[in-house]
Nanobody, 124 residues
Framework: VQLQAFGGGLVQAGASLRLSCAASTPTFSHYNMGWFRQPLGKEREFVAA?????????DYADSVKGRFTISRDNAKNTVYLQMNSLKPEDTAVHYC?????????????????WGQGTLVTVSS
């Protein structure tokens, strides 16, 4: 499974961005999908996840809850991260990842496939 994330950029605080992650596999709906981010000099951290198939279950880090929305379009093999009310502390390289386990997870180690990352920079 190859994942390609895009949509990052430089925005001012309070702005919105939508990240997209396109998957190469025709079995995209079989995977839980997650978004993670890594600020410069810090460890990678969980942002959001959505369950396989119809995406009936979602999970968010407390730091983004209420501001970010994860969604998926299985017909397009794509997962999205809508980011609203962006803050300077959201500045990071954002990665998408795929997990074929049954249970939605926040753990990096559960995700086997990773995209290359897209940089989001939020200025104050």
């Amino acid at each position: 499974v190859q994942l390609q994330a895009f949509g990052g950029g430089l925005v001012q605080a309070g702005a919105s961005l939508r990240l997209s992650c396109a998957a190469s596999t025709p079995t995209f709906s079989h995977y839980n999908m997650g978004w993670f981010r890594q600020p410069l000099g810090k460890e990678r951290e969980f942002v959001a996840a959505i369950s396989r198939a119809g995406g009936s279950s979602t999970d968010y880090a407390d730091s983004v809850k209420g501001r970010f929305t994860i969604s998926r379009d299985n017909a397009k093999n794509t997962v999205y991260l809508q980011m609203n009310s962006l803050k300077p502390e959201d500045t990071a390289v954002h990665y998408c990842a795929a997990d074929d386990n049954m249970v939605l997870s926040r753990r990096n180690s559960r995700y086997f496939y990773w995209g290359q990352g897209t940089l989001v920079t939020v200025s104050s």
